[in-house]
């Protein structure tokens, strides 16, 4: 087993399985679902590549840097739609594919295990649109990305900041037509913990999951889940749940369930080194009342100077608008800070562990059935009665921190 101690120290961008010159490492999942490196003892030849590659346990970010900050929205009416936010990363990937390139991101698989995969075709694009709020497999995606640099064309890669830092330590060089593209990252649960819950879910439905979308839009852009599924009759029907209803969703926006290193990430800090770091722009109505979108928009932080030149490139497919890191932070906290471990974290592994995910659901369902029933009612709502009663809390909440 993968020593206690050493947890915190491993992300799970698996750079040191994709430099082993002899395939002596492989992922393999603890108890609660997480990936960690193990090694072949009898295949290892003790190169140290491995260690030296690290870069989350050995790299320290240090300095102060102030990204460039825009808000910014999709040109393509469709492409703005079946995006989570403002379709910054689809703006970015179809000049990519436009100009032949490569486009690497999270997909789901047959299982709803999210894993790394390249796409040549925007006809492909959807299946690395939308969130996706889990631990992806990388695979051997950082060896592809230096495949397709070194036959010299445009890569785009988007993932979590560990996971572009770990590309980045891989490839151990700087490439011109590389886009590095990390996400305002809360922190990752595990594939396993996400799976049990889909089959859970299938139990409660009597049916098989067909697609699952964390940030549908049919009721304006916001935080809904939508699931496609057939039933028992073979029927296919569409079940939406609000952030509130959904125990996986709740917990995981309240920093529960991470990977113990989340909770201690140093890529959580304005330092960044991918080129660029898109979110969604929260509270950007208040901000830049000028922007008149209610189909979302994007956060974008430009980290780098060959950023700042892909900008100019990629302002072709998306409005851009400059704004400010103040703003950006204000409802995006986990760009200068990591998610908090709370007390009761370690309580809720436990049930998870030795109840599964029907136990975690009913602690979910005693402890906030208020929260439940809010959601609901919520998700019943008109959009423009739900936006009233939302505007009328801030400015409550904003009272309150006030006295």
């Known amino acids: 087993m993968y020593k206690e101690s050493l947890r915190v120290e491993c992300c799970g961008c698996e750079a040191c399985r994709n430099v082993c010159p002899k395939q002596a490492i492989t992922m393999n999942k603890d108890k609660k679902g997480f990936l960690y490196p193990f090694i072949d003892r009898n295949k290892c030849n003790n190169c140290g590549l491995c260690i030296k590659i690290c870069d989350f346990k050995l790299k320290s970010l240090s300095g102060k840097s102030t990204p460039s900050v825009y808000a910014v929205y999709n040109k393509d009416e469709n492409q703005l739609l079946i995006s989570s936010s403002g379709g910054a990363f689809s703006a970015m990937a179809k000049w990519t594919l436009d100009n032949n390139g490569v486009v690497f991101g999270c997909a789901w698989d047959e299982n709803f295990e999210p894993k790394h995969m390249a796409v040549t075709d925007v006809s492909e694009l959807k299946k690395l649109q939308g969130s996706k709020y889990v631990q992806s497999r990388i695979g051997d995606s950082y060896k592809q990305v230096k495949y397709y640099l070194d036959e010299g064309k445009y890569v785009l890669f988007s993932g979590t900041p560990c996971q572009c830092a770990g590309l980045r330590s891989y490839l151990h060089k700087e490439y011109d037509k590389l886009i590095c593209v990390e996400l305002v990252c809360h922190g990752v649960p595990s594939s396993q913990f996400f799976v049990d819950y889909i089959n859970l879910l299938e139990k409660k439905l009597k049916g098989k999951i067909l697609d699952f979308n964390f940030r549908d839009k049919k009721h304006g852009w916001g935080m809904l889940i939508h699931i ?176």
């Not at 959601?375 to 801030?394: A, S, T, V």
Request: with cysteine; hydrophobic share 35%.
């Open 228 to 403: 496609k599924y057939k039933d028992k009759n073979g029927c296919e029907k569409h079940k939406f749940l609000s952030k509130d209803e959904s125990y996986y969703y709740y917990y995981y926006l309240n920093g529960f369930f991470l990977r113990e290193a989340c909770y201690s990430c140093k890529y959580s800090c304005l330092n960044r080194e991918s080129d660029f770091t898109i979110g969604d722009y929260w509270g950007v109505n208040v901000v830049h009342p000028e922007i008149k979108t209610s189909n979302g928009i994007s956060l974008l932080l430009v980290n780098t100077s060959k950023g700042q030149r892909f900008l100019r490139k990629f302002s072709n497919y998306m409005f851009v608008t400059h704004s400010n890191i103040e703003f950006a932070i204000k409802e995006n906290g986990q760009l200068v800070l990591p998610s908090v471990k709370k007390d009761e974290v370690d309580i809720l592994w436990d049930i998870y562990l030795t109840g599964g995910a029907e136990a975690v659901q009913n602690y979910f369902i005693y402890n906030h059935i208020k929260c439940i029933v809010i959601g609901r009612i919520k998700r019943k709502m008109p959009l423009f009665i739900r936006d009233f009663f939302n505007g009328i809390f801030k400015l409550i909440r904003k009272g309150v921190k006030h006295k």
